[in-house]
């Protein structure tokens, strides 16, 4: 036993730890891969990825037509069909790389991403509360604030990926279908406004998805507040501003907060923005900002309880 | 530990031999008691519940669903001031700078005195809208098609009763397994079908409470619009309750995330493919729910053309038809479909 | 014994190489035999189960008629497939598996069967009481009769007095034992324990190896998969082991350490003349070899280490050999005859499950 002891003993790992902070970003990586696992999710990413070729497309479509606008009328399938037409349907989404059509695109993805960040948010965290998997990652050397922000690293991923980084594309593309260099040039506050659009959105819903999730924890009241959140609540909010004629009402549609502080970001003229009347860009980033306190404050009492690891 | 009446309890006595009719019924029962406790799911229902009963009172009580109380445009008046504007005194007080208006007048408002017989036929056309806001009959049927279209069809069959169907539905086995607790009643010697349809039973009375409740709470809150749309939709309203419970109970016995997978359906498919011309909608549940209740309105001598997207309404025979083969259909393949499938949800 | 292998011997061509498992053969049963007429009580036939392009069972057969049988494994040898099969579960791909002749698939066949599974999965808001309780409601009992056999049931797993918590707050122990009390509510002929041991404390184990002996002595039959062997061993020494989604082998301990030709057995003898007796040992046609070891720190003379094939005729012969030569044996001691030594050389490993 005693030759035993001195041939095969522990050797500790002799590595040197690399903080709590690399402990988030590995927490993200894990919880984006428990995530992309699922073919639900898959499914979803194809809904989003339906609205961004749409958008795609029909940005080159309008290039088109404004091109053929020369001869008065498009011939489709053989028929001479008048090119304004033909664009008054798209007119309405902008599609001509202003501020409205990286607004607009990130406003239609909003169906995707509400169901996404649904989805997210159960099987992130609200697993992790409901199966007990919550002390193994807390029995780590990280904080709660780890924690978190591990997991908001990896909602944050999923929303860029579905709005920043597809309307960053459009941006792209749209600069390549007209002068390249002169739209590059004098658009580069529209990549600026739509990066900054990208962080409030992660920013709020982040925080949110957490605030919720750790909240309600399983699926089904988690999707039930957030179909109230973004699927009533701009349903009311509508119906109000016209009952009332006070535009605040709808502040209480967050969705459409977050539009205002994008296009804020994309310095959109106020009065161009639809529907109308819409409240001031002020009043919108404040709604968006009481919303991040109170989710902080809500996660900071959660934290600080006895039953986070219970 | 192991005792005497252990020994001897265990041996049933044969007058209360185990029955599986008994057992259906406690199944049924359990099913209701489980989504009792889970109050959180009661709660959210409730609130959101409370969120839109709140809306449609602060409309009715600020008469919104009235023609004459709503705004025209952005930035403009309501009907009534709009009407009362091309009367000839306001467009003669506009014209001489008397009164301020907060859109410019347009050229066909601006009074011509010189032209007495072209002034005196533009007066009385620029005055058929204040005659008809005078009609009580006109704005109360224009109420109700308003309240139809905003809270029946666009609130209520769009959103709050997918919504509350799906959650409670899809529940009855996503709860179980998402908590993995399903092996409990499976171990148990019930027909797996018998399991299916006991589970639908017993969480059918929530769909019900909520959806039906939601209905009845708004129709209320609605005023006499409300209470109108009441009578002639319930029986819509409680065959499109039953039948997307049938449906959603479906998909919550066959996906692991039924939520995810039911939003998609509500707020993708049903709200674009309902909407569509041609025959894609037959797809939709809730066209022909909206049919009959386009039926209903049609009959009541409402003018049915304002409520959205229904010029290809199917007969209410058709839609009853399809609506119950529907219910019975989706529960007996979910029936077969439950007796064969495996869970294993607990590994 | 009430386990045949009923095939006369299963495939290797996957199995870690050493051991023919040809050799197993049915032993005898214990206690009266089953009526002929009546179909044994779990029978899986040429039984396979695929998960997608996974085999988790391949091409089982096996029947059991009574008394406890251990079913050993590795971590995904097959342990729990074949007992959710057995409950009616899961289905099988190919193969038919029946309990007293009903297919486990239907619900009848649940009527005979109870199921203690390893998932810690409860509806956590009941109180224990009221979870037998409901359990009962659902095996189709009047409240009456439900309540009786709740409270019996209970004392039975010696949870009487501890039920009327929530389960939420119930130690891992105490959730087995209500698993277990769920499993006997309906007077099952058969047991299908998944891990019944897992948390229990040493005391709780006992009791609880002391209720599996009482249940079996009733008549019932217990097929319990645990990784505890030690525990295993005190309650019978009737076992399946599985590899690979195979059964590698069925019998007793002894009967399959005997068939491991492979794996001389390895004897511990405490005798006065140990060299004497290692010469006399060695003429012996089972042993392969003697070693004599220094005495141990405790001990004042030399011990022996015999390694021997068929362990069955190594014993009667060394038997002769102790009347005949009057050896004074102070201490005769199998070294790998354990369910974990067996394991071991079965599985390739150190035997640990």
């Known amino acids: 036993m005693a030759q035993t002891d001195t041939l095969l003993r522990y050797r500790p790992w002799r590595g040197v730890p690399q903080g709590p902070w690399q402990a988030a970003v590995a927490l993200a990586r894990v919880s984006l891969k428990l995530l992309i696992r699922r073919r639900l999710m898959w499914g979803l990413f194809a809904l989003a990825l339906l609205v961004f070729f749409f958008f795609f497309y029909a940005q080159y479509l309008v290039v088109w037509i404004e091109n053929q606008l020369a001869t008065d009328t498009i011939r489709f399938a053989g028929v001479p069909v008048n090119a304004k037409n033909l664009t008054r349907f798209l007119d309405r989404l902008s599609l001509n790389g202003t501020e409205h059509t990286f607004g607009n695109f990130i406003w239609y993805q909003g169906y995707v991403l509400v169901i996404v960040l649904a989805l997210a948010g159960s099987v992130l965290i609200g697993n992790d509360f409901f199966h007990g998997s919550l002390p193994f990652y807390l029995s780590k050397p990280i904080g709660r604030w780890h924690y978190l922000l591990g997991k908001s690293l990896a909602v944050g991923v999923l929303i860029n990926l579905l709005t920043t980084v597809p309307a960053m594309v459009l941006w792209v593309q749209a600069g390549l279908l007209y002068d390249w260099q002169t739209y590059y040039f004098n658009n580069l506050s529209l990549l600026l406004g739509i990066i900054g659009y990208g962080l409030v959105l992660t920013v709020t819903l982040s925080v949110l998805v957490m605030a919720t999730a750790v909240w309600l924890r399983r699926t089904v009241p988690l999707a039930m507040v957030w179909m109230g959140l973004f699927a009533l609540l701009p349903m009311l909010a509508g119906w109000l501003v016209d009952a009332t004629k006070d535009e605040r009402w709808r502040l209480i549609d967050l969705w459409n907060n977050l539009y205002l502080c994008g296009l804020s970001c994309l310095q959109t003229d106020h009065a161009t923005i639809r529907p109308a009347p819409q409240p001031d860009f002020g009043l919108a980033w404040i709604a968006v900002g009481l919303v991040v306190v109170v989710c902080l404050a809500y996660l900071r009492r959660r934290i600080q309880a006895v039953e986070i690891v219970a | 530990m192991t005792s005497e009446v252990a020994d001897t309890v265990c041996a049933p006595t044969p007058a209360e031999r185990p029955s599986v009719l008994r057992a259906f019924a406690v199944l049924v029962v359990q099913s209701f008691q489980r989504h009792w406790r889970v109050r959180q799911m009661g709660w959210v229902s409730l609130g959101l519940l409370a969120l839109i009963v709140f809306w449609v009172s602060v409309v009715t009580e600020r008469n919104g669903w009235n023609l004459a109380e709503r705004r025209v445009r952005r930035n403009t008046g309501t009907y009534q001031q709009e009407a009362v504007r091309l009367l000839p005194p306001q467009r003669y007080a506009a014209a001489t700078g008397d009164e301020e208006f907060v859109t410019p007048p347009r050229p066909y408002e601006i009074p011509n005195p010189f032209n007495p017989t072209e002034e005196a036929f533009r007066s009385l056309m620029l005055s058929i809208p204040y005659a008809v806001l005078q009609s009580e009959q006109f704005l109360y049927t224009w109420s109700f098609m308003t309240y139809s279209r905003w809270v029946i069809h666009l609130v209520f069959l769009g959103f709050a009763l997918p919504l509350f169907t799906l959650s409670y539905a899809s529940a009855a086995f996503g709860t179980d397994r998402e908590s993995r607790s399903l092996i409990w009643i499976m171990t148990r010697p019930i027909p797996r079908s018998g399991i299916y349809l006991a589970k639908f039973l017993g969480t059918l009375p929530w769909c019900l409470l909520f959806a039906m ?49 039911g939003l998609v359906y509500v707020f993708f498919f049903e709200a674009v493919v309902a909407a569509l011309p041609g025959s894609l909608k037959l797809l939709s549940l809730t066209f022909y729910v909206r049919s009959l209740m386009y039926n209903e309105a049609a009959e009541a001598g409402y003018p049915v053309e304002l409520l959205p997207a229904m010029t290809e309404a199917v007969s209410s025979t058709t839609a009853w038809s399809v609506l119950v083969l529907v219910m019975v259909g989706i529960n007996l393949l979910g029936m077969w479909l439950f007796s064969r499938l495996e869970y294993r949800d607990d590994g | 014994m009430n386990v045949e292998q009923r095939t006369p011997g299963v495939p290797v061509g996957g199995f870690p190489g050493r051991w023919e498992p040809r050799a197993v053969v049915a032993p005898p049963r214990e206690g009266p035999a089953p009526l002929s007429s009546e179909p044994p009580l779990l029978l899986f036939e ?51 598996v029946t309990i007293r002749g009903v297919d486990a698939w239907d619900w009848r066949a649940r009527r005979l069967v109870g199921y203690c599974p390893d998932v810690d999965a409860f509806y956590e808001d009941l109180s224990g009481r009221r979870f037998v309780w409901t359990m009962a409601r659902l095996c189709g009992y009047t409240r009456r009769e439900a309540t009786r056999r709740t409270q019996a049931v209970l004392e039975r797993v010696g949870m009487a007095t501890r039920a009327d918590r929530k389960l939420r707050g119930y130690s891992k122990g105490m959730r087995q034992r209500i698993k277990l009390a769920q499993a006997l509510l309906h007077d099952p002929e058969l047991l299908i324990l998944d891990e019944p041991l897992s948390g229990i404390d040493p005391i709780g184990r006992q009791e609880l190896l002391e209720l599996f002996q009482s249940l079996a002595a009733q008549g019932k039959c217990l097929l319990i998969s645990s990784h505890e062997l030690e525990a295993l061993e005190k309650l019978t020494n009737h076992v399946v082991i599985m590899a690979r989604g195979r059964i590698a082998a069925v019998g007793t301990l002894p009967q399959i350490r005997d068939l491991l030709d492979d794996y001389p057995l390895s004897v511990r003898i405490d005798v006065a003349q140990p060299r004497q007796v290692a010469r006399l040992l060695l003429h012996l046609p089972e042993v392969l070899a003697v070693d004599v070891s220094p005495p141990l720190p405790h001990e004042t003379s030399e011990t022996l280490v015999v390694k021997a094939t068929h362990p069955q005729r190594f014993y009667q012969q060394f038997g002769h050999l102790v009347v005949e030569h009057g050896l004074n044996i102070r201490r005769f001691e199998p070294l790998d005859e354990s369910a974990h030594a067996i394991l071991g050389y079965l599985l390739g490993g150190s035997g640990k499950t």
Do not use: C, D
């Open chain 2, 213 to 261: 409740g939601g209905f009845v709470a708004i129709g209320w809150a609605g005023g006499p619009p409300g209470r109108e749309a009441l009578s002639h939709y319930w029986p819509a309203a409680l065959t499109a309750t039953v039948a997307f419970a049938s449906l959603f109970h479906l998909v919550g016995a066959i996906f692991r995330r039924p939520v995810v997978v």
């Open chain 3, 46 to 96: 040429q039984v396979s189960k695929w998960y997608g392009p996974v085999l988790a069972l391949n091409q089982i057969t096996l029947e059991l008629t009574g008394g406890i049988t251990g079913l050993v494994g590795a971590n995904g040898a097959g342990k729990s497939t074949l007992l959710r099969m057995a409950n009616g579960q899961i289905q099988p791909t190919m193969g038919r």
